[in-house]
């Protein structure tokens, strides 16, 4: 059963079909995706099989290129390009025009067959060739809002791709911190009498500060302090 029908005209917007078919078949997986030329196998029955899914489908997806409204076919109540769209608002079906490019217009009720006229009140998207990546983002979101049970698979790849696995086990009297970037330095405070480095009792602190201009203050401080550098980048500290 798929989730999306993909509708589009051959010569008129079908190259678009396919490349949104394409990424929403890798987004998704290839059943949720229906597109006749490659849904559809040998020895099928052509007519059965575009009706059925399209009565089975949650969202239909209708490609309009920018001479799709001038096609004479689109007043054939034979074309099934018009068959599919109709079969999809007559089962309360979600119809969403894609505009192809920059040049295809909006649909204007005046330009579709009295049947169709309920598609230019139809929420559009448009397919910006010139942004393709954001484009399709976008029509993938719109079709998770409208079938929840769609996962986009690429949305956990990124997620893989770019995280950090931590893994901390038992501590016990100690401070855990866990971050996927650190930059600078770390300093330490080991409390009791047992560590690495360490003579003695008590507790041990191990500071470490580098790079011009690094400043550490213990105890009270009245004045402030000021850098100086020479022209080597020497820094000359002055207490005051």
């Known amino acids: 059963m798929p989730d999306v029908f993909v509708n589009y005209r051959t010569g008129d917007g079908d190259k678009t079909a396919a490349l949104i078919a394409r990424d929403l078949s ?49 007043h054939d109540e034979n074309d099934w390009v ?15 025009p894609v505009l192809e490019g920059r040049r295809t217009e909006r649909l204007t009720a005046s330009d579709l067959p009295a049947e169709l006229q309920p598609l230019a009140d139809r929420q559009s998207e448009r397919l910006d060739l010139h942004q393709v990546e954001s484009g399709l983002d976008r029509i993938a979101k719109r079709l998770i809002e409208l079938v929840p ?25 100690g401070t855990i911190v866990q971050s996927r970037d650190i930059t600078g330095d770390v300093g330490t405070v080991i409390k009791g009498d047992h560590g690495q480095f360490h003579l003695g009792k008590g507790n041990q602190y191990n500071q470490h500060f580098s790079g011009p201009g690094a400043t550490y203050v213990q105890g009270n ?19 005051r």
């Open 221 to 239: 401080n009245e004045g402030g302090i000021r850098h100086h550098f020479d022209s080597s980048g020497k820094d000359e500290e002055d207490d």
């Open 149 to 173: 049970t769609l996962r986009d698979r690429t949305a956990a790849e990124t997620m893989d791709s770019g995280s950090t696995h931590n893994h901390v086990g038992d501590v016990r009297g």
């Open 26 to 74: 890798h987004r998704f997986g290839d059943e949720p995706i229906f597109r006749a030329s490659e849904s559809i196998k040998p020895g099928m029955c052509y007519p059965e099989e575009l009706l059925n899914n399209v009565r089975r489908s949650d969202v239909l997806l209708a490609v309009i290129g920018p001479d799709w409204t001038r096609f004479p076919a689109l």
């Open 82 to 96: 018009r068959r599919e769209i109709l079969e999809a608002l007559a089962c309360g079906i979600p119809v969403i």
